[in-house]
């Protein structure tokens, strides 16, 4: 069984930061990319920021220069730093991984941790 767990979030004003953690743990054979969602109410989830295992990373415009992800391969370990948050950031940012399991290949999904910007 896979799990992915999140940690970080909470509520900040607007120009201020937080950082996000999650740690992916069970039965994983390898983790080919890790990276951040996120979805606003009322709105579809949306690609935030995605590492892959050797470390490229792909950034959505609107968090580009302002987030910064990172990964820690020998700990299942995907973090997300943000910088300089706006109030449309506020919203629920989901961990995804896709990996290799005994179950064969796809996504698995964190929890959800809410990110709360206030103007």
């Known amino acids: 069984q896979v799990q992915l767990v999140e940690s970080g979030g909470g509520l900040v004003q607007a120009g201020g930061s937080l950082g996000l953690s999650c740690a992916a743990s069970?039965?994983?054979?390898?983790?080919?990319?890790m990276g951040w969602y996120r979805q606003a109410p009322g709105k579809q989830r949306e690609l935030v920021a995605v590492i892959t295992s050797g470390g490229s990373t792909n950034y959505a415009d609107s968090v580009k220069g302002r987030f910064t992800i990172s990964r820690d391969n020998a700990k299942n370990t995907v973090y997300l730093q943000m910088n300089s948050l706006k109030p449309e950031d506020t919203a629920v940012y989901y961990c995804?991984?896709?990996?290799?399991?005994?179950?064969?290949?796809?996504?698995?999904w964190g929890q959800g941790t809410q990110v709360t910007v206030s103007s």
């Open positions: 069970g039965s994983i054979f390898s983790i080919n990319a």
């Open positions: 995804n991984a896709f990996l290799d399991s005994p179950r064969g290949r796809g996504d698995y």
